[in-house]
């Protein structure tokens, strides 16, 4: 069964502690993978799309990494405003048919 | 970017009642909406695929006859839970893609349902 979980469930860091999420998947034919942010409330914002093991893409402070197993989200110097649960997803197969992890909930503390 | 609009972004309604939830692509077609439920510090869970011009398909424990997909246009699908009851307050969120290349689905703001 395809699948997809996130670790760790919860993370707190101080300003400026950089640290990594973890996505690892287990998918057949993998057509994609997601990362997005979710504020509390709010619906998901789209971060980065990966493709193929080995591709890396860079937004600002969060740079995300993909191999045949997981991708990791890097955090590089977080601030407050970084705090939120980040997500990520795989390709269902449908058409942009995304099935999501769990999540994992950052706190970045000042 | 592409811009997915949700209305309302909270209702409260008694049990027993129906709820309407829209969701709009505001500058750009799609031939497939995406409808997904969140219960409290919980993931995403797919609820249904809403199709323009046909039937919607549903995942598996999703009661069709409960929640109402209609996707009657090309930038509008609407969500209707039917008979509500407690049971299916949640947070409802839609999501959409222009279906170019490589475009990922972006989301609405989502719809806090609360039924008393």
């Known amino acids: 069964e395809d699948q997809v979980t996130q670790s760790p469930e919860a993370l707190r860091l101080q300003e400026g502690e950089s640290s990594s999420l973890n996505c690892s998947y287990t998918v057949s034919g993998l057509r994609g993978l997601f990362w997005y942010r979710q504020d509390p409330g709010k619906g998901p914002e789209f971060l980065f799309t990966?493709?193929?093991a080995g591709e890396e893409k860079e937004k600002e402070r969060l740079k995300a990494t993909l191999t045949k197993k997981e991708s990791f989200l890097h955090i590089t110097a977080p601030k407050p405003e970084d705090s939120a649960t980040y997500l990520c997803?795989?390709?269902?197969?449908?058409?942009?048919?995304?099935?999501f992890g769990t999540g994992t909930l950052l706190a970045v503390q000042p | 970017g592409a811009v997915v609009s949700q209305h309302p972004s909270r209702v409260i309604c008694k049990s027993g009642t129906s709820v309407k939830i829209e969701c709009r692509s505001l500058d750009f077609q799609a031939t497939t909406m995406f409808w997904y439920r969140q219960f409290p510090k919980q993931s995403l869970m797919l609820m249904a695929t809403s199709n323009e011009g046909s039937k919607a398909t549903y995942e598996q424990g999703v009661e069709k006859d409960k929640f109402l997909i209609n996707h009657a246009s090309l930038t509008l699908s609407t969500l209707t839970v039917t008979s509500a009851h407690p049971e299916d307050s949640s947070f409802y969120i839609c999501?959409?893609?222009?279906?170019?290349?490589?475009?990922?689905?972006?989301f609405g703001n989502g719809t806090r349902l609360t039924v008393t």
């Open positions: 997803a795989f390709d269902g197969g449908a058409t942009n048919k995304l099935i």
């Open positions: 999501s959409a893609s222009d279906q170019t290349y490589n475009s990922p689905l972006h």
């Open positions: 990966l493709y193929s």
